[in-house]
């Protein structure tokens, strides 16, 4: 632990590796193992998992899961979950009135940490004013690994309140398969349909995976 915060003194925080910075968090070791290797041992994990970071890994990982690990306890694990929460939380304080949507691309550096490690299709609004910047993001719900079922009035009653001029629409594939579904074509057609009646613009549909997207705008679904 000493020469972990020697370090950090001496190259900057941003200059120490993800198990260092872990074992910061983490603190004290075992007999046969220090703070360090426990750190380590959490992070490995993700090279049996295709296309995941060690931070996503770590992101994903359940307060029981985080507990097999020897030398994490309650206590550990709930203090890492929080370090986690709490860099989410920092990171949602980007969406503010400066954040404009010009792209696909910018929905998916908006939303993509939001999804990453959910094990569920979750679909979300992104409520825009009539400049494309960012009134808010809603969550409209949560369905099983392969679908969600939500209705078009869950989509539009909050654009409505806040007197929007657009939305896009996003949800992800937990499968990582980047295909729409022939629902997700559908859904997407009738949203647009009734955008129209309400006088609030679908500007695009983002379907996010395992650090890709697809923007069914761009494939002329809609």
Known sequence: MIDLMKNWNYFGS?????SELLAIIIKTGTKDKNCLD????ILTGNENVENVSDLEYL??????YLRK?????????????AVLELSKRISKTNINDKTRITSPKDIFNLLNESYIGKKQEIV????????NKVLSVITNGIGKTSSVQIGIKEIFSEPIKQ????????????????????????????INEYGDTFEIKL???????????????????F
């Open 59 to 64: 992101s994903s990982m359940s307060l029981p």
């Open 203 to 221: 500007l695009d549909h983002v379907i996010i995976g395992k650090n890709e997207y697809i923007s069914l705008k761009e494939k002329g679904y």
């Open 38 to 41: 426990i750190s380590r041992n």
């Open 14 to 18: 941003e200059n120490l590796t993800n």
């Open 163 to 190: 007197m929007a001029s657009g939305i896009v629409l996003v949800h992800n594939h937990p499968s990582g398969n980047m295909n729409p579904s022939e629902s997700d074509i559908k859904f997407t057609k009738n």
């Open 124 to 131: 979300k609004t992104i409520i825009l004013d009539n400049s």
């Open 69 to 81: 690990f020897k030398g994490i306890g309650r206590v550990k694990s709930i203090q890492i979950k």
